[in-house]
């Protein structure tokens, strides 16, 4: 039995899904305040995150050996008040963690885990198909253009992967218009549109170079299409192997729709 720790999104139920059909149901564990979407008859446990050590001593107890990190949290405050005795000796790792950037956190969150005897599974493990294949995904082909701003994209991507700091930009002849930060891809996106200031742009979404891709590797959903619609951009470009597509069939219908090229591969 695998604990699948779900955040919100649509990520964690896609898993739930693929799971399922291998007849597995995962113990979903969730903290305070990002209960995510799952259906109601899976075990649900909620935690603070000053209990985190007490959580997995008991997952440990019940013979959970996996576990899988997925959906969207914001970072808690800890309330040293509320440390549990189980939590007290993970205190400086995890208030270490909070101040790295995503991908920092994540490895310290992991090797935590990994303390406790844990097995981390990466999400496209479980369902290996949010993965596409590398190509034309959808929408109308990529042009000579589109194919350059997006060289340019993964370039400017793995020049500041040093500074984890995001997993994608915006790009149009050659200049970024927009980089990914802590607040998200939805941010970015809202941020060039009403209205549109990145016509004729792409889109560009990769991992970190070296990031530990068992965690928050990144997504793209059709609510990507429609922010990219939204800011007036015409491509989609992520790397082949390293971003996930949520809800492909949704996905390539809004790229349709909007008239967006999707594509998939190196650059």
């Known amino acids: 039995m695998l604990a699948l720790f779900a955040g919100t999104g649509a ?7 693929a799971l399922a059909q291998e007849g597995d149901r995962p113990v979903v564990c969730y903290m305070d305040g990002f209960a995510p979407d799952l259906p109601a008859d899976l075990e649900r446990i909620a935690f603070r995150i000053e209990h985190l050590g007490t959580l997995l001593k008991e997952l440990r107890a019940r013979g959970l050996e996996r576990v899988c990190l997925a959906g969207k949290v914001l970072r808690p405050e800890i309330d040293p008040s509320r440390i549990d005795a189980a939590t007290a000796p993970l205190v400086a790792g995890l208030g270490a963690a909070m101040k790295l950037g995503d991908d920092g956190t994540l490895r310290a969150l992991m090797a935590i885990f990994e303390s406790f005897g844990f097995r981390i599974v990466a999400a496209h493990e479980i369902a290996p198909d949010l993965l596409p ?3 034309h995904l959808a929408g109308p082909a990529p042009t000579p253009s589109q194919q ?5 994209g993964k370039a400017h991507l ?22 990914e930060a802590s607040l998200g891809t939805d941010f ?5 549109s009403s209205p549109a200031k990145a016509a004729g742009a792409v889109f560009c979404k990769a991992p970190k170079v070296g990031q530990d891709r068992r965690a928050d590797l990144p997504a793209i959903g059709p609510e990507t299409i429609v922010g990219a619609h939204a800011a007036g951009i015409k491509g989609v470009w992520i790397e082949a192997g390293g971003v996930m597509c949520l809800e492909i069939e949704r996905l390539k219908a809004e ?7 999707v594509w998939v591969g190196g650059v």
């Open 158 to 179: 793995d020049d500041l992967a040093p500074a984890d700091i995001g997993q994608a930009c915006v790009v149009r002849e050659g200049r970024v218009l927009a980089m």
């Open 255 to 261: 790229a349709d729709r909007y008239g967006i090229s």
């Open 133 to 135: 294949s590398a190509g």
């Open 188 to 192: 970015m996106l809202g941020s060039l």
């Open 148 to 152: 350059d701003d997006a060289k340019s």
């Open 11 to 17: 990520l964690p139920g896609l898993l739930v899904a």
